[in-house]
């Protein structure tokens, strides 16, 4: 039995979450809108199209903000296509996915959906192979009220208010040699603060991201970073970065170590952003939006797990079917998120229905949940408050982490993962919310918890994800195969809690204060 001890103070804070950072991701691609999000003649379709059955988990889901319309799809997309009467809209190749794009789905049938779903939307801009001419008559379209030909163009589309966006992504991993027109860092750096300028000249209300670097290992991260943000510091107010974790090697411990990856890439990009502040003497500070994230790997490797050929409409790809590890690797990568939230003020799992999602349909048939389902939902629901800072004494394990994203094919040493990963949250309902994860495969793990300044604790609720099959997975035929369970053996005296954890376990504990 291993044993690991915390100790937190309700007074000591990393900072409060702010809600962007239960965001989720729809891009044009694969069956995510269509026979995801959107379907027509589905059995729970309402009048607009969108399927009941997938509002419904995306409720329980809870995601905050999503954004729209890629990722790699954006950097070739003309906005214009997706608006007006969908009879005329053309029907267009994508380059992105090697598909046929009908248009039928557009930005003011994503504002609807994101109402009847009741989510902020965000939305990425083309700076591929567009530049800032199209996205500041994109602002115009959607922000502005009436009376010039692009707000005047929305209202005879029928959308008589503005849609005011307010979160805008300045393009799409535009450091990558995959992205439609890939750009430099100087090159980049320029049409970005060209492109936000006129963005805030239409609109100042906004809030803009800036692309970082796709990943932690391109070859270019760093240098991308800094050079991007000296062209835009003025101008933007995040700076993006993504992760897809992955198995790649089947080697589990290093699999569940990865996440602590995230928070070095964190840690780098906020160095980065606040030297650049340095040079300048600025006292401003860039917040960083997480905006892709997840674990994705058995559907990526080869161009034929990406693309099916001939050109189809919504081919079935990226379908990555979750199991229970790839759900402890997640929930990993949720805790580096919430004991950042003094700087990640946005993030946006990627993606949200279908394709590397928490929720999977059947086009004509059943939605389910995914096994990553649970720690978002848990985390989204419970992790909203003060994360608290915690010092967490237990025994590390040494990995090698394999990620071969970007051109250096190297493993990512991670020399001291502790087996307990945890975050605390000062909920805003007055609970202690505790998310652990047990990265020990076969041990179980006591942990006790000296939480300071909350008085008397009292057990609200406590549940366990967990399986003996690691690569156990949720499907149509079982589609509650894994979910959460009553986790046994929490007990509290005094502010003093005591928790068993099962091995390879994500956990939610929360605690009552009773003072
Ligand atoms: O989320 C899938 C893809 O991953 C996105 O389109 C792209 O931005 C990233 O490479």
């Known amino acids: 039995m291993r044993q690991a001890n915390v100790l937190l103070d309700g007074d000591f804070a990393i900072g409060d979450t702010d809600p962007r950072l239960f965001g989720a991701f729809v891009e044009h691609l694969g069956r995510c809108v269509y026979g995801g999000i959107y379907e027509p003649g589905h059995a729970t379709a309402d009048e607009k199209g969108f399927r009941r059955d997938v509002l419904a988990l995306v409720k329980e889901l809870g995601p905050t903000i999503m954004r729209y319309p890629g990722g790699n799809f954006v950097s ?14 053309p029907t267009k190749l994508d380059l992105a996915w090697f598909s046929t794009e009908p248009n039928t789905f557009g930005t003011n049938e994503f504002m609807d959906w994101c109402r009847v779903a009741d989510l902020e939307p965000m939305l990425a801009v083309n700076l591929g192979t567009r530049d800032g001419d199209a996205a500041r008559n994109l602002v115009e379209y959607c922000n502005h009220p009436a009376g010039s030909y692009y707000a005047d163009l929305r209202r005879s589309h029928g959308y008589k208010e503005p849609h005011q966006v307010k979160f805008w992504c300045l393009g799409n991993e535009m450091d990558g040699p995959w992205q439609m027109e890939h750009k430099t860092a100087t090159e980049y750096g320029r049409v970005a603060a060209e492109a936000a300028k006129m963005m805030r000249w239409v609109d100042p209300s906004l809030v803009l991201a800036a692309c970082g670097s796709t990943a932690r290992n391109m070859p270019t991260f760093g240098r991308w970073d800094d050079e991007v943000i000296e062209h835009t510091f003025e101008l933007i107010d995040f700076i993006s970065l993504h992760t897809y974790l992955n198995n790649y090697k089947g080697d589990t411990p290093a699999f569940l170590a990865s996440s602590d990856v995230m928070d070095f890439f964190i840690e780098e990009v906020v160095a980065i952003a606040d030297a650049v502040a340095a040079r300048r003497r600025s006292t401003k500070r860039l917040m960083l939006s997480f905006d ?20 189809p409409v919504a081919p079935p790809i990226l379908e990555e079917v979750y199991t229970m590890e790839d759900a402890l690797a997640f929930g990993g990568a949720c805790i580096s998120l919430l004991n950042h939230a003094d700087r990640v003020k946005c993030a946006c799992l990627a993606q949200l229905v279908n394709v590397i999602a928490p929720i999977m349909t059947e086009t004509g048939g059943p939605a389910w949940r995914q096994t990553i389902f649970y720690p978002f939902a848990q985390m989204s629901k419970f992790g909203r408050g003060r994360v608290l800072r915690t010092r967490v004494e237990c025994e590390t394990y040494a ?23 945890l975050a605390a949250v000062a909920a805003n309902d007055g609970s202690l919310n505790l998310f652990a994860l047990n990265r020990d495969l076969r041990q179980p793990m006591t ?37 959460p369970a009553p986790l046994k053996g929490v007990d509290s005296d005094k502010g003093k809690l005591r928790v068993r954890l099962a091995p390879a376990s994500w956990n939610l504990i929360r605690w009552e204060a009773t003072r």
């Open 399 to 421: 990995a090698s982490y394999y990620d071969p994203r970007g051109v250096i094919d190297q493993a990512f040493p991670i020399p001291a993962a502790p087996y307990l990963k």
């Open 292 to 311: 892709e994230w997840n674990v994705w790997y058995r559907t990526r490797r080869t161009r034929s797990d990406r693309v099916k050929e001939g050109w």
């Open 76 to 89: 070739g997309y003309n906005w214009e296509d997706g608006v007006g009467p969908v009879n005329k809209r």
């Open 447 to 483: 942990v006790t918890v000296d939480a300071r300044g909350f008085g008397n604790l009292l057990v609200a609720q406590a549940l366990e994800l967990r399986d003996d099959d690691l690569k156990a997975v949720n499907s149509k035929s079982a589609p509650e195969r894994i979910k």
